[in-house]
């Protein structure tokens, strides 16, 4: 690897009770491995253990033994169940004192919100001897960074978002200046897909690569949503690595084409407002069974009110003929999840608040209410653009939950391949 030294092996330890009792998925270490591994640091033991002084610190010892870094997550809070601190610090044999800056930012940050520092919350401002402080900006235990003779131990608070937040905000800055030389520079491309099974993805990117594909390591990373591939290219300086990753994208690109989308954020609703806002069109939905789950994503999105006019949830069919104009006659004739109530609740909410476009969406998504022809699953979209429709049938496999996030999904898919092709860019 570029004749540097050896690799840097790190080893993952989280901590709860709730994490053995199976009360909570164990997301951390999963989130923290990929992390890792995209960075060049493989993870090569993970332990999880209990709220226990002895348990905690027998796992920082093993992992000090096993790796050269030992990421800890969990335990960091002010409750007395919460001892990761304590214990750590106890191991590596530092001190805590109060840090008289750290408790001040906790104060201020209370005060901001018009409330005192609780005194059980003053025990966040305990720092250890030598160690340094990564600011948490969503939360307030801050995470915490020993260096030592056995190698480094970070500790990072329990909940997904703060460790996430402090892991890109801090500790690959952290990790980066510690181990910089050790780290084989790490060059990526992720292209994101939705509406394509991974397996079958998986079979058509493989027959287009090309026979040689260098160094490029590809990654198919999927969800309810979609699946995002993930090329990667480490230990090669930065243009070798661009020409690789240019590459292998441009002779994949017809299997990923009908599939791609273009987002930051990695979301498809991202994806959707762009274009609309590109071709100047705004956008309203109806929703049955996804019970606004659609508008919901549309919204995560700051600034998409220049887009999205808003939705009509419109669970009762009485709803659907009195606020989206869908004639009675037909959800008696077709039922209400068909193609024509879809197509009439598209183009309805659509011209109800004066949308260029509309989405509409209805169908079953269980447990009961599956028959032998439409069963547990089967959900229609529709699309009106301009008072055009293009219409979408699925069958989706999964639970209520899982259904519900997959058709708001393939909502926001129909409706963006609709305006891909039936609108132009404005001259
Ligand atoms: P807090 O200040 O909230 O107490 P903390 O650092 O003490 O933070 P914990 O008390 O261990 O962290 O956990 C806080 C929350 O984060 C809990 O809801 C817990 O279920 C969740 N959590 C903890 N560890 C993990 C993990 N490994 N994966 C996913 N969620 C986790
Ligand atoms: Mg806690």
């Known amino acids: 690897m570029g004749g540097s030294g050896a690799q840097v092996r790190a080893v993952l330890v989280t901590v709860g009770d709730e994490l053995l009792l199976g009360q909570t998925v164990d997301s951390n270490a999963a989130w923290l491995g990929r992390e890792l591994a995209a960075m060049g640091i493989p993870v090569v033991r993970h332990y999880t253990v209990g709220d226990e002084v002895a348990a905690i610190q027998q796992a920082v010892e093993w992992g000090l033994d096993a790796g050269d870094l030992v990421v800890v997550s969990g335990?960091?809070?002010?409750?007395?169940?919460?001892?990761?601190?304590?214990?750590v610090a106890d191991l590596l044999k530092r001190p805590v004192h109060i840090d008289a800056g750290l408790l001040d930012r906790l104060k201020a940050r209370f005060a901001a919100r018009g409330y005192e520092l609780p005194r059980s919350n003053e025990s966040q401002a305990k720092v250890p001897e030598g160690a340094e402080v990564l600011d948490n900006e969503v939360g307030t235990a801050p995470g915490l960074v020993f260096d030592t003779e056995r190698g480094v131990v970070v500790l990072l608070p329990g909940p997904p978002r703060e460790l996430k937040a402090l892991f890109t905000g801090h500790v690959v800055r952290v990790l980066r200046r510690r181990f910089g030389d050790a780290l084989p520079p790490v060059h990526h491309r992720v292209i994101h897909t939705t509406g394509i099974a991974?397996?079958?993805?998986?079979?058509?990117?493989?027959?287009?690569?090309p026979a040689n594909r260098g160094p490029v390591r590809i990654a198919y990373l999927p969800d309810l949503r979609g699946v995002d591939l993930r090329l990667t290219v480490s230990g090669l300086p930065e243009e070798e690595a661009r020409a690789w990753l240019e590459r292998v994208e441009t002779a994949i690109l017809p299997a990923v084409r009908p599939w791609r989308f273009d987002a930051s954020s990695g979301d498809l609703a991202?994806?959707?407002?762009?274009?609309?806002?590109?071709?100047?069109?705004?956008?309203?939905?109806?929703?049955?069974?996804?019970?606004g789950l659609v508008a919901k994503r549309l919204t995560d999105h700051a600034g998409s009110s220049d887009v999205f006019v808003g939705g009509v949830v419109a669970y009762a069919n009485e709803l659907k003929v009195s606020e989206l104009e869908v004639d009675p006659g037909v959800i008696e004739r077709a039922g209400a999840v068909?193609?024509?109530?879809?197509?009439?609740?598209?183009?309805?909410?659509?011209?109800?608040?004066?949308?260029?476009?509309?989405?509409?969406?209805?169908?079953?998504?269980?447990?009961?209410?599956?028959?032998?022809?439409?069963?547990?699953?089967?959900?229609?979209?529709?699309?009106?653009?301009?008072?055009?429709?293009?219409?979408?049938?699925?069958r989706f496999v999964g639970g209520r939950a899982a259904v519900r996030e997959r058709a708001a999904q393939a909502c926001l898919a129909l409706l963006l391949r609709s305006v891909e092709t039936m609108t132009e860019p404005p001259g």
């Not at 335990?75 to 214990?87: E, I, Q």
């Not at 991202?270 to 996804?290: D, G, I, K, N, Y």
């Not at 959900?379 to 979408?392: C, D, P, S, Y």
Request: hydrophobic share 40%.
């Open 75 to 87: 335990g960091l809070g002010p409750t007395p169940d919460d001892m990761t601190r304590d214990a």
């Open 198 to 209: 991974e397996s079958a993805l998986t079979e058509e990117v493989e027959s287009l690569l």
């Open 270 to 291: 991202e994806a959707v407002l762009t274009l609309l806002r590109q071709r100047r069109m705004s956008l309203a939905t109806a929703e049955s069974c996804t019970g």
């Open 338 to 394: 068909s193609e024509e109530v879809a197509s009439a609740m598209a183009k309805g909410v659509a011209a109800r608040l004066g949308a260029e476009a509309g989405i509409g969406v209805t169908g079953i998504a269980g447990p009961g209410g599956g028959t032998v022809e439409k069963p547990v699953g089967t959900v229609w979209m529709a699309a009106a653009i301009e008072g055009k429709v293009r219409t979408r049938l699925e």
